[in-house]
């Protein structure tokens, strides 16, 4: 018989990072507010969270984040004009950030890695099983990774991180991972995790990706945990102690996700980001796919 696990229902976004390689965008904004066409990127990653049934959001932030809580709280100035005006479609567009997820916020003070981020949710979750959500991965809400792993760790326990596969040359920008096949076409067994490594020391071309779901056992690693790569404490540190000793907190999987994932972390891709999901939208798609073919003909 398939043992069942504890319910999933908290979920930790990390957005405490100072996004310097947006400046000077973000030297008063924070970086997660930033438009993705008409919603702020952090919004896609909490609406992430709600379809995959987890209405109990913990955000990680710092200083100068204050617009992240502004942004999911009400502001009844605004809604006021928008009822006096008539304009019903913008008002339920203000309400529906505020009538999302509970949030909730706690302060991770020094930057210290995402190792670190995470050890701060430790009060919030306590010893349930929990999902992390990083908001520089978008996944398109018709691929629903977070789900699937959440289906997988409530299956198998322990914990799961999300893997996709990359060119060889790209891996050092990511976690690695070392993997055995299962009976699952789509998930993998992780026997190992390395953050960043040469391409020469790879063990695959799967790198993590900002999704995570993990055992509570997590928390007691990263407080032992020194820094690591670059000085920080890193998550990927402590999955690899999971990964080597299933003893500590059951065993990690890895999820092979195929499907869209726009990366808002880099300025390019932040872009490209915008133009792809621009073009999808109904109400904007057809004139932007239009105007985009005859600047694109102009310019070649």
Known sequence: MTQSHPRISKAVIPAAGLGTRFLPATKATPKEMLPVVDK????????????????DVLM???????????????NYELESALTRKGDA????KVQESSDLATMHYVRQGDPRGLGHAVLCAA???GDQPFAVLLGDDLIDPRDPLLARMVEVQEREGGSVVALMEVEPEQIHLYGCAAVEATTDGDVVRVSGLVEKPDPADAPSNLAIIGRYVLD?????ILRRTEPGRGGEIQLTDALQLLAEDEKIGGPVH???F???RYDTGDRSDYLRAIVRLACEREDLGP?????LRSFVTEEM
């Open 40 to 55: 702020p990127a952090i919004q896609y990653v909490v609406e992430e969270a709600v379809a995959a049934g987890l209405s």
């Open 89 to 92: 479609a913008r008002l339920r």
């Open 258 to 260: 195929k499907g869209r």
């Open 216 to 220: 509570p056992a997590v928390f007691d």
């Open 123 to 125: 009060p919030h979750v």
């Open 60 to 74: 990680i932030t710092g200083r100068n984040k204050r617009p992240l809580e502004d942004h999911f709280d009400r």
């Open 287 to 291: 004139d932007f796919r239009s105007w």
């Open 254 to 256: 890895g999820v092979v």
